[in-house]
C-alpha cells in the first residue's frame, strides 16, 4: 500500500505524521507526507519522502503575532482560496500513485487534499488531534475569524449550525470556483466535505475522550507517537546529572507576544520555587535572561528522554506536548494561546496532573501560582497514575483503519 500523508499547519500538526508513518512503513507500506517547507529537515531526519506545499507558515504565524502581518480575520476568504489551490497542486502530485489520503490541519488545505483524493480516485480520511475540532453537542466551535456568533447564543447545536453558514462563506466558495477550474462537482456544505462521516480522533481516550452522544461516527484511535531513539545532547544530560530536577519552559512551534517579558517572568517563577529552569527557544524565540548557571537553553531534543527528567513542563497546551509530558509522568502548566490549547489545559486541570494558566501572558505572579500546583506531591503523584494509563498504539489502531479504508 502506498499512502499520502498531508498536514497543514505547525510542528504539532507535522509530528503526529510521523508516528503513523513509522508505522505504516513497518508494516510493509510506502509513505509520502506532504506539508510546508518549514518541516524539510525534521522529514529528512526521519528518512520520509516529502513534497513541501507553498511558502513557509513560521513567517506568516510569527507576523501575526508581532504585527508584522495581517490578523487571520482580513482576507480570510482570499487566503483559504488561495491555500486551496497550492495545496490541491501539491497533493495531487504527490499522491500519484498512492491508495489513500489522511489529512488534518487547516481547514482549506484538507479540502483541497479531498478534493485531489476525488480527482485521482483514491479514499480519503481526516483526522483531528482533539474533539474539539469535530461537531458535538459537548462543545462549542471555535469562532471563525470576521465572523462571530451572536451574543447569547449558547447551545452547542445552534452554534455548530452556524459554524456550518461561517466555513461555506469563509471556505466554501474558494473551494468551489476552484473545483470548477479542475473539473470537479461543487460542494453543498464545506465542513462535512473536509471531516466525512467518520473522521479519525488521533487523541488519547484518558486524556481526551470523545463523548456519547455525538454527532458524528468517530473512530478513536489513540495518539500518534513517534518512537523517538536520540539521545539527549551532552550538555542538556550534563546539566540534568549536576543538580535537581528542573522546570522545562517551552512553547514549541507557537509564536508569542512579549517573549521577552514572558522568559524572564518563568525564569523568575521557577527560581522562586527553588528550581533550575530549562529554557526552549522555539518559534516564540524564549531564551535565557542572564548567565546563571541554574538556567541551560535547550533546542530542538527527544521529548520522550527529556521530559521523564524535569520536575515540570510549561508548555503552550499543543495536543502532542500535552500527551507526550502525560506519557512521561510529568506535571504540567499549561499556557495556551489559541485554538485546542485552551481545551488541553482545561484537561490537565481537570486530570489534576497539573495547573490551567489563565490567560497567554504569564506573569511572575500568574505562573508562581501555577507552578505551586504543579510541583506539589499530590500533583506529581496524580500524574504518575495518569501516565500508566496513556495509550502507546494509536499508530497501530490507525494504520488498521487505512488498510480497511484502502481495501
Not at 473512530?219 to 543538580?243: M, S, Y
Not at 499530590?378 to 497501530?396: H, K, L, P, W, Y
Request: aromatic fraction near 6%; include cysteine.
Amino acid at each position: 500500500m502506498r499512502v499520502l500523508l498531508m498536514a497543514y499547519g505547525s510542528r504539532g500538526d507535522v509530528e503526529p505524521m510521523l508516528g503513523l508513518a513509522a508505522q505504516l512503513r513497518a508494516d510493509g507500506s510506502e509513505v509520502r507526507v506532504c506539508a510546508p517547507p518549514d518541516f524539510t529537515e525534521l522529514l529528512a531526519a526521519a528518512g520520509i519522502p516529502f513534497a513541501p506545499i507553498g511558502a513557509p507558515v513560521r513567517p506568516v504565524a510569527t507576523g501575526a503575532v508581532t504585527g508584522k502581518a495581517p490578523l487571520p480575520a482580513e482576507g480570510m476568504a482570499q487566503r483559504a482560496a488561495a491555500l486551496v489551490a497550492t495545496t490541491y497542486d501539491a497533493v495531487l502530485a504527490a499522491a500519484e500513485g498512492c491508495d489513500a489520503v489522511v489529512a488534518t490541519g487547516l481547514l482549506p488545505a484538507a479540502a483541497a487534499a479531498r478534493s485531489a483524493a476525488e480527482q485521482l480516485g483514491i479514499p480519503y480520511a481526516f483526522v483531528a488531534y482533539f474533539p474539539s475540532y469535530l461537531p458535538s453537542p459537548h462543545h462549542p466551535p471555535f469562532p471563525r475569524p470576521g465572523r462571530p456568533f451572536p451574543p447569547g447564543v449558547t447551545d452547542n447545536r445552534v452554534l455548530w449550525d452556524l459554524d456550518v453558514e461561517n466555513m461555506n462563506l469563509l471556505f466554501g466558495t474558494g473551494l468551489n470556483a476552484h473545483r470548477e477550474t479542475v473539473g470537479l462537482p461543487p460542494v453543498d456544505d464545506f465542513r462535512d466535505y473536509v471531516l466525512t462521516g467518520r473522521p479519525w480522533l488521533a487523541a488519547d481516550p484518558v486524556l481526551s475522550p470523545w463523548l456519547q452522544p455525538a454527532d458524528l461516527a468517530v473512530e478513536q484511535t489513540g495518539a500518534w507517537l513517534r518512537a523517538d531513539e536520540r539521545p539527549l545532547p551532552d550538555g542538556l544530560a550534563a546539566f540534568l546529572d549536576a543538580g535537581e530536577a528542573p522546570v522545562y519552559v517551552g512553547f514549541g512551534s507557537m509564536p508569542i507576544r512579549d517573549a521577552e517579558e514572558v522568559a524572564r517572568a518563568a525564569v523568575a517563577a521557577v527560581r522562586a520555587q527553588g528550581r533550575r529552569v530549562l529554557v526552549s527557544g522555539g518559534w516564540a524565540g524564549l531564551a535565557l535572561t542572564d548567565d546563571q548557571d541554574d538556567c541551560f537553553a535547550v533546542g530542538e531534543v527527544n521529548h520522550h528522554a527529556l521530559f521523564p527528567r524535569v520536575a515540570a513542563v510549561v508548555h503552550h497546551g499543543g495536543a502532542g506536548t500535552t500527551t507526550t509530558a502525560a506519557l512521561a509522568g510529568a506535571p504540567q502548566v499549561v499556557v495556551p494561546q489559541m485554538a485546542d490549547q485552551p481545551y488541553w489545559a482545561d484537561r490537565v486541570a481537570e486530570l489534576g496532573i497539573g495547573a490551567a494558566h489563565d490567560g497567554p501572558t504569564p506573569t511572575f505572579e500568574s505562573l508562581s501560582a501555577a507552578l505551586a500546583t504543579a510541583l506539589a506531591p499530590g500533583t506529581r503523584e496524580r500524574a504518575a497514575a495518569v501516565a500508566g494509563t496513556i495509550r502507546t498504539d494509536g499508530s497501530a489502531a490507525a494504520a488498521k483503519l487505512l488498510l480497511g479504508l484502502s481495501g
